[in-house]
């Protein structure tokens, strides 16, 4: 069964394409950003080929474009069996793929300083993205554990502990002779 708690992992489901979407939907509405930014910081509305508009628009469609491959890969880590659960965690990324759909959506429409996203993506794409990544790794590290015995290790650290545990027979050997 691919999923074990229907009504949290159709929340998550629900709530990860809301926040594809709304951030995708950002590449849309860009241009009001930045030109909302450009005219905060006093430098007056400027055409689309001037260096500092080229700057802030590659600058801006970095950060959204990495946000949706962080959001991509949470949502195909989310499908692996085991990943959902009603744990803290998976609470947590349900409740930062809202606050990222609600901050985005407001990014759009309003058409806020582009800057504005920078804290959405730290919060609600890479941190989350950052997390699976590390539980990935922690899972499949712990599945992929074998005892020492059953290890081919390095020679050079088997023959140190070869060695060590000869050391110990035969201070045994001693203590038992006296």
Not at 55 to 60: K, L, R, V
Request: net charge negative.
């Amino acid at each position: 069964m691919l999923f074990h708690d229907r009504e949290m992992s159709s929340l998550r489901i629900y709530a990860a394409v809301f926040h594809f979407t709304s951030t995708f939907f950002l590449l849309w509405t860009r241009i009001d950003c930045i030109n909302n930014h450009l005219s905060q910081s006093g430098q007056g509305r400027l055409v689309e080929s001037d260096y500092q508009y080229s700057y802030q628009e590659a600058s801006y469609l970095g950060y959204i474009y990495t946000g949706i491959i962080f959001i991509i890969i949470n949502f195909l880590v989310f499908l692996f069996k085991g990943f959902q659960d009603g744990s803290f965690s998976s609470v947590m990324q349900l409740f930062l793929d809202v606050c990222g759909t609600f901050f985005c959506a407001w990014i759009s429409l309003d058409g806020l300083d582009w800057h504005s996203y920078i804290s959405v993506w730290i919060f609600c794409a890479f941190l989350p993205f950052m997390y699976n990544l590390f539980k990935v790794i922690v899972v499949l590290m712990s599945e992929t554990q074998t005892p020492w015995t059953e290890r081919n290790t390095n020679t050079l650290v088997r023959s140190f502990h070869n060695a060590y545990m000869g050391v110990i027979e035969l201070y045994e050997a001693i203590l038992s002779a006296l």
